[in-house]
């Protein structure tokens, strides 16, 4: 796309950000999600008060690619009664407690066969694990392991009162629309149920990301997906297969409100201009880490499949899989934290800032440097031990607008946080000495 | 050369394979080994009994590059009795005695006059150095410097019972012959007497490679050369000249049998296949090193000459030089044992498995990844916090095959084993989701 | 440009060279110099001495670039008298004590009004600052805080005997003429009154340079400037912009004289010849570091904007800007040492012989190794551990002499010394076994 100076920078969002986030993530949090279902159009529903969500539904049976959209999935109750008449477990007090997708069953057995069916943590055992089994037909509970070990022999009833029947697969989309149609994708999946890292989180910040983003004039459009996880993925890259072309950046969020270092793994391409941006972006933050690209994780698989190989990255707090409340009943909302959650959306407007602001300037008095202290741009006194930041920002910008660095690249070489590599280009070009490339 | 799928990798090496190979060095050890003659020769012929060699006869005289192949060393007897008549060193207690090519000498010697002609090491006093000296002409004796030191003065009879004459240099070599003429050249040096390391250890590893090998349909053709060190890889060199473009990968072998960790010497190209594959399959090894090439070490030098600039690089356990017992008395068959050359064995079957294995395929499902699970390749539940290696194996194979990758390269991005990866490759091929790049 | 196997090396410097350059930077010293007037030709006179200078004179008010030659700056007192009558600070006394350009000024001021006229450091009580203030018409002293802190309130008389006036900048350059007009630039800022690191060291080092190299037939010709900063390079590369495409090679001094490691600070582009020279050379200094570009320091600034992008670096001991000493009284004669002069003296002598000594062989014998034993320059005796320098230095050359490596690439590759490897070139050479390239 062209290149042009921008209008400048957005103001830092509001410390208040954090909390609106996390007010939005604690009312998602006790729908009950699965990559189908009125849990996911309830949680589109709650979104919708944020964000002018377009809504879809992809019929039962549509083939995706190399898959098929499933049945929709309907719980109504699942219990197990022990041999003493008295509940062992009931779904009603925990989203977690059946294994997502379990179909119907209804039936008396001794504890040995009713085993296999129920999943716990033995290393943490006073939580329950989230188990699916979206694509292979079976019903399961997930239980604290301490509170299985409790359970004496006997005979067990157990009711799981499920559906899966003919209906639709339901994602959101939003569309920014800015000057270009060059696209920024964010996707989150919305299928998990009761997770609040995993995804209330993401899901919360990208629909406060997109209500700041629709107030302002950019030079992107900003395609925000809400769709579950994998299939959802699919089935949007199955039937916009003929506009990822127009995707210059993306990225995908998840668990971005916990108390661990921001975490970006770069796209499959791995040079990209997102993944630098937020390499450049992380290498400021104390304790971030840039991983490379692997096939596992969340939804950039399906955007980094070779036949797509988007310049998507993912972003969140602590690497999903490496921390123990993952997926299980401990990723709750004391989980996930207001300041978390604001400090990634500061991070996300700073790499939305570089997609913005990105331009690369000519030095149009390139022989030498100009002489800054007659326009006010430099210290009058000399002698000093060494240059404020706004000085060596301007020299920096100076020196390195040849035509072949971008201010992304100047901040990058310079050491310098774009921010301020981009505010000492401003300054530049308003006192005539840069142009553009 | 074209690169199609492999029928498969091979099965591991048995266990006992180490003890064949040090069997075959202690057979080797004791032959008393020079550049040319005869112990070139029996040992030839003890290494035929594993493998069908070609054996070569080059005349003293000829002209090999900027070498003139020497006359025959032929070494009957060689001693020092001292002044009281007893004998002070016999070339017959030892093979390192003498200094290797000494010319004849009979006389009469003051200690002072004979001492220049005793090679001793005093920073190691109870060993016995290896000495040669191939194309100065000079007689000498190698001894404990404890042994030296305990001389007293007088007069000592010297005898140096030697021969040059004309005759041969003698090289064996031995072609398995692959589908295809590109080869693998397999080299190591033959000439030296009785040291265990450097190298009974490679002669006995490669003529056991090459016995294992001749019962295997391979690609490649592996050839085998075992030849006097420098000036047997120059005449083979000279003799070959219009052969050498035909070699893909190449490894020089030597002292493979110690307690060292495996070292890999890149070749002078530094980024050759077989320098990718050695590095690939010792990164998975706790300690081993890989090091850059350097004109200096074994016939590497000649290989890569500039030449050639072949891709030969060089296996070895201890890096020659570094090591205490290097060419002297205490390289013996008690310094390298059965599961250190059972080791180092495995490491070069598991390249030759990379160079046999190595193939790029296509994924024919590149739009998002395929549905594994109702191919019964992927966990049936969802949610647990990690992948096993084997789905891992799948989707990186899946998810680099654009026909950019080859297998080895999948294996150096994901940091995953190359035997996974291509047992992964296979698992896809046969499902029908990878297909021929 | 053409590269030519040179005639050989130059002797090492005689130890005597610190003790010269010392003298020199000591006769310096005292010099009341600025960007302009007769403090510069007072030290031009005395570089005369040594060095065969041709003097530029530039008049005000001249356009070079996006600056204009100032006023000549000419001082003939200064002080401040206290209300007790007693003389506060007197120029007489230091050169620094007056803000460099000060405007003239006479008048009677309260101690609150006087203040901001007057620069310490608190942090360093007991040193006088230096300050300067070109181009923004002011007047001002400098002084020890603890001088300062004792000053009673009261009225203070200030005079300063200041003018500035239309006159001329002047610098002096030499050339020594080598067999080419491609041209190695060497700088130094003469602008710096009683500062003997920053930069009498480096223009005492560079005229003892000049005068060493007279004496020598070089390849290259070497040009050295002696210019005020900042506005001196860039009146010298306004008025000699048609000649910058011949600097091959470039070297900002400054700061070679105290006690600290020698630092290499890279030139913009960061891969020029200059730039690995350097790298080479301080790789075998201990304590030595090479830092990247960057637009902040010394008149690399100039000769590195974006329309020159010239190959000069800046060589100094310890960074400007980071030692307590920087641009205060303490950077005076006991700063600087005889024998760091002279270790900075070394190291640009062996730069120089790595420009004047790089040239590309090729081997002869390209084919194996050349039997280096029959030519007497390999040990005769075989076996030993490792190989000596020299041995190895005349095999890493045959090795890389393939056409493609230069002198300095072998050094770089096989981590030898230059000079060792350049010693062997011309051993081979002298053997015939290697010509140009």
Redesign the interface.
């Known amino acids: 796309m062209e290149h042009v100076k921008p209008d400048g920078l957005e103001q830092s969002p509001p410390i208040s950000v954090g909390d609106d986030i996390y007010a939005l993530a604690a009312r998602l949090f006790p729908i009950r999600r699965s990559i189908t279902g009125d849990g996911v159009r309830r949680t589109l529903d709650v979104l919708s008060g944020h964000v002018a969500l377009e809504r879809h539904e992809v019929p039962s049976g549509t083939q995706?690619?190399?898959?098929t959209v499933p049945k929709e999935w309907i719980i109504r109750s699942a219990s197990i009664t022990g041999p003493d008449g008295q509940r062992v477990v009931d779904f009603a007090d925990h989203n977690l407690h059946v294994?997502?997708y379990s179909v119907p069953y209804k039936g008396i057995l001794p504890l040995d066969e009713l085993r296999p069916h129920i999943?716990t943590l033995p290393g943490q055992p006073d939580v329950i694990?989230?188990?699916?089994?979206?694509?292979?037909p079976?019903w399961g509970f997930c239980m604290s392991y301490d509170r299985v070990s409790q359970l004496p022999d006997g005979l067990y009833r157990v009711e799981v009162d499920s559906e899966l029947k003919d209906g639709s697969l339901t994602y959101g989309e939003y569309l920014h629309r800015g000057k270009t149609e060059r696209e920024f994708l964010l996707s989150a999946h919305i299928c998990h149920p009761s997770l609040a890292n995993d995804n209330c989180s993401g899901l919360a910040l990208l629909a406060t990301l997109a209500k700041h983003l629709a107030a302002r004039e950019t030079r992107y459009s900003y395609r925000f997906l809400f769709a579950p996880g994998?299939i959802g993925?699919?089935t949007w890259?199955?039937r916009n297969?003929d506009r990822t072309h127009l995707i210059d950046h993306g990225l995908v969020l998840s668990c971005v409100g916990d108390a661990g270092s921001p975490t970006y793994k770069r796209s499959?391409r791995g040079d990209a201009f997102i993944d630098r941006a937020m390499a450049h972006v992380l290498g400021h933050e104390a304790g971030a880490k840039v991983i490379d690209f692997?096939?596992?994780g969340y939804d950039e698989?399906?955007y980094?499949?070779?036949?797509?190989?988007l310049p998507v990255g993912m972003f969140q707090r602590s690497v999903h899989?490496?921390f123990p409340e993952?997926?299980t009943s401990a990723d709750n909302l004391d989980f996930i934290r207001p300041e978390h959650l604001a400090d990634s959306f500061r991070i996300l407007s700073e790499v939305i800032d570089i997609v913005e602001g990105d331009w690369t300037p000519l030095?149009l008095?390139?022989?030498?440097?100009?002489?800054l202290?007659?326009r006010g741009l430099y210290a009058?006194?000399?002698?000093?031990?060494?240059?404020d930041a706004t000085?060596?920002s301007l020299?920096?910008v100076?020196?390195?607008?040849?035509g072949q660095h971008s201010l992304l690249s100047m901040a990058e070489r310079?050491g310098l946080p774009f921010r301020e590599i981009a505010a000492a280009a401003t300054m530049l070009s308003d006192h005539g000495l840069l142009g553009d490339a």
């Open positions: 995706v690619f190399d898959w294994v997502n999943h694990p989230y188990r699916t089994s979206y694509y292979a079976t994998t993925a699919i890259l199955s297969e499959r692997s096939p596992y698989r399906q980094c499949s070779p036949g797509f190989n899989g490496t993952y997926h030095n008095v390139p022989k030498c440097e100009p002489q202290g007659r009058a006194l000399g002698g000093q031990k060494s240059q000085s060596m020299l920096w100076l020196n390195l607008a040849d310079s």
